[in-house]
């Protein structure tokens, strides 16, 4: 009898298990009852955290570490991947510039800055790299990107010609951006920018109204930040002759989202469907009976371009039946069936504190998708 084909393609389990490692117990728990099936493993992710691991991974990459200025200036140790075809180059812009490299006490979007994402590029094109997929959620900052842009050669004077402060509260003091300065190199090479929020860079939806106050900003800030962020465009506007004030995304990581448009050549696209081009997800689809996917939590906002949203979405064009797995499902999975997932497992087995769960991860991932497994083979 033919054995089937199993295509494995989970997000990581956050503090739990990283894609790839989700993907090794899920085949632990099936080989016991399918021996002699076939497993394709594709590590999954949807642009945010565990995006770089998920690409290494499915291209048989590697991962580099670097350090770099973080976003209050301080020095961190930063990742960054190179794909296994050796010059496309993945960065997560929180691992320079995250929300997790400050504190409660030390977050203050008026100073911090995006330089030490702009140093991560600048590795990249030190390593000859021609292309880039850099995500850009979980910031600390709301400059702009103007610090990226520093990094890589752009110079941002005030009236007087001297270099402002860096931070989206010295925007106000904008008066010229030089760019005889800016990286030759980028020039050639395509940024692709993984970016799932729709605001632009001012406004009521912009960066600072709708992300400032998670950053430290009060409601005074928010609004100094915005006119600093508005004033930014309309310089760009006047001397680079790129509007970018009300484009879907600009408003991204602080303004990451503009800097990488206004200084680079760059392109916005969703994350999941960047993981899914670039792990030649839908060609191992078709070669597939069923497919596993699975997140650490699932719940009604997995439709709006989640991992296992996405992998079903793919599937559903394959024709090949989807089974999820999560470690906490929550209201609203139902809306789920109709994209194209059709079971959901949860995978905890009972109470218990959440980090003996995060432990147990891995078998409780491979009992699972054994008992998922038995399952199959009854039909």
């Given at each position: 009898?033919?054995?089937?084909?199993?295509l494995l393609a989970p997000d990581s389990f956050k503090e739990s298990m990283t894609a790839?490692?989700?993907?090794?117990?899920?085949?632990?728990?099936?080989?016991?009852?399918?021996?002699?099936?076939?497993?394709?493993?594709?590590?999954?992710?949807?642009?945010?955290?565990?995006?770089?691991?998920?690409?290494?991974?499915?291209?048989?990459?590697?991962?580099?570490?670097?350090?770099?200025?973080?976003?209050?200036?301080?020095?961190?140790?930063?990742?960054?991947?190179?794909?296994?075809?050796?010059?496309?180059?993945?960065?997560?812009?929180?691992?320079?510039?995250?929300?997790?490299?400050?504190?409660?006490?030390?977050?203050?979007?008026?100073?911090?800055?995006?330089?030490?994402?702009?140093?991560?590029?600048?590795?990249?094109?030190?390593?000859?790299?021609?292309?880039?997929?850099?995500?850009?959620?979980?910031?600390?900052?709301?400059?702009?990107?103007?610090?990226?842009?520093?990094?890589?050669?752009?110079?941002?004077?005030?009236?007087?010609?001297?270099?402002?402060?860096?931070?989206?509260?010295?925007?106000?003091?904008?008066?010229?951006?030089?760019?005889?300065?800016?990286?030759?190199?980028?020039?050639?090479?395509?940024?692709?920018?993984?970016?799932?929020?729709?605001n632009p860079l001012c406004g009521e939806h912009g960066a600072s109204h709708v992300f400032?106050?998670?950053?430290?900003?009060?409601?005074?800030?928010?609004?100094?930040?915005?006119?600093?962020?508005?004033?930014?465009?309309?310089?760009?506007?006047?001397?680079?002759?790129?509007?970018?004030?009300?484009?879907?995304?600009?408003?991204?990581?602080?303004?990451?989202?503009?800097?990488?448009?206004?200084?680079?050549?760059?392109?916005?696209?969703?994350?999941?469907?960047?993981?899914?081009?670039?792990?030649?997800?839908?060609?191992?689809?078709?070669?597939?009976?069923?497919?596993?996917?699975?997140?650490?939590?699932?719940?009604?906002?997995t439709k709006f371009g989640k991992t296992p949203y996405g992998v079903a979405k793919a599937?559903?064009?394959?024709?090949?039946?989807?089974?999820?797995?999560?470690?906490?499902?929550?209201?609203?999975?139902?809306?789920?069936?109709?994209?194209?997932?059709?079971?959901?497992?949860?995978?905890?087995?009972?109470?218990?504190?959440?980090?003996?769960?995060?432990?147990?991860?891995?078998?409780?991932?491979?009992?699972?998708?054994?008992?998922?497994?038995?399952?199959?083979?009854?039909?």
């Amino acid at each position: 009898m033919k054995q089937p084909t199993f295509l494995l393609a989970p997000d990581s389990f956050k503090e739990s298990m990283t894609a790839k490692e989700v993907c090794i117990a899920m085949e632990e728990g099936m080989r016991k009852v399918y021996p002699d099936a076939e497993y394709i493993h594709v590590p999954m992710a949807d642009g945010g955290e565990g995006t770089v691991q998920s690409l290494v991974d499915a291209t048989g990459g590697k991962i580099y570490e670097a350090e770099v200025t973080g976003p209050l200036g301080q020095p961190v140790k930063a990742r960054y991947g190179i794909m296994g075809d050796g010059v496309t180059a993945a960065i997560e812009m929180a691992s320079a510039s995250g929300i997790h490299h400050v504190t409660k006490e030390t977050k203050n979007p008026f100073i911090t800055t995006t330089y030490g994402t702009g140093e991560l590029i600048r590795e990249c094109l030190d390593k000859g790299i021609t292309k880039i997929i850099i995500g850009i959620g979980g910031s600390a900052t709301n400059d702009g990107g103007t610090g990226m842009a520093e990094a890589l050669g752009v110079r941002f004077l005030n009236a007087a010609g001297q270099s402002i402060p860096r931070g989206g509260g010295s925007l106000d003091q904008l008066a010229t951006i030089d760019v005889t300065g800016l990286d030759e190199r980028l020039k050639h090479v395509e940024m692709i920018v993984a970016c799932d929020v729709t605001n632009p860079l001012c406004g009521e939806h912009g960066a600072s109204h709708v992300f400032g106050p998670q950053k430290g900003a009060t409601r005074e800030m928010v609004k100094v930040l915005d006119d600093n962020l508005a004033h930014y465009a309309d310089i760009v506007r006047e001397q680079l002759h790129k509007d970018v004030r009300d484009i879907p995304g600009a408003g991204a990581a602080g303004g990451l989202g503009a800097g990488l448009l206004i200084f680079t050549q760059a392109t916005l696209q969703r994350g999941i469907d960047i993981v899914i081009e670039y792990t030649g997800l839908k060609a191992k689809l078709a070669e597939a009976d069923y497919c596993l996917t699975g997140e650490g939590g699932m719940d009604f906002q997995t439709k709006f371009g989640k991992t296992p949203y996405g992998v079903a979405k793919a599937a559903k064009e394959a024709n090949t039946k989807v089974i999820a797995i999560a470690g906490y499902i929550g209201e609203g999975i139902e809306a789920l069936y109709d994209e194209g997932i059709d079971a959901i497992f949860g995978i905890v087995p009972g109470a218990a504190e959440l980090e003996k769960v995060l432990a147990e991860g891995p078998q409780n991932v491979s009992r699972t998708c054994e008992n998922i497994a038995r399952l199959i083979r009854l039909g």
